[in-house]
């Protein structure tokens, strides 16, 4: 099993992106989905994941207002829309799946990673 990210790419100050993860099996369907991000010189950070049925979601505080979190269970899909992008929210972007009932941002609580997808927002 594994996903795969697209949808990156480079963005101006307040514009938007939306990214996308597509799982390869249906297995993911009952496991909470997140984004990470990574950007260079720094740690992994946790963005946003969601619950496998997708009626709780989970936002980093610095995304909070501004990213939205879903997902389509019947195309083992899930999507972060980005808004009003800032610099800072440029990186590497990551989605991953965590076997865990109920995950925190910790990395290690998530497996089955994508090998990423890049955002850079400039001004």
């Known amino acids: 099993e594994h996903v795969e990210e697209s949808g990156g790419g480079s963005a101006q100050v307040g514009g938007s992106l939306t990214l996308v993860c597509v799982a390869s099996?249906?297995?993911?369907?009952?496991?909470?989905m997140g984004w990470f991000r990574q950007a260079p010189g720094k740690q992994r950070e946790g963005v946003a994941f969601i619950y496998p049925g997708g009626g709780r979601t989970v936002y980093a505080e610095s995304v909070k207002g501004r990213f939205n979190i879903s997902r389509d269970n019947h195309n083992s899909a899930m999507y972060l829309q980005m808004d009003s992008l800032e610099p800072e929210d440029s990186g590497w972007y990551y989605c991953?799946?965590?076997?865990?009932?109920?995950?925190?941002?910790?990395?290690?609580?998530?497996?089955?990673w994508g090998k990423g997808t890049q955002v850079t927002v400039s001004s």
């Open positions: 099996s249906y297995g993911h369907r009952s496991n909470c």
């Open positions: 991953a799946a965590s076997p865990y009932a109920s995950p925190d941002f910790s990395p290690d609580k998530f497996k089955f």
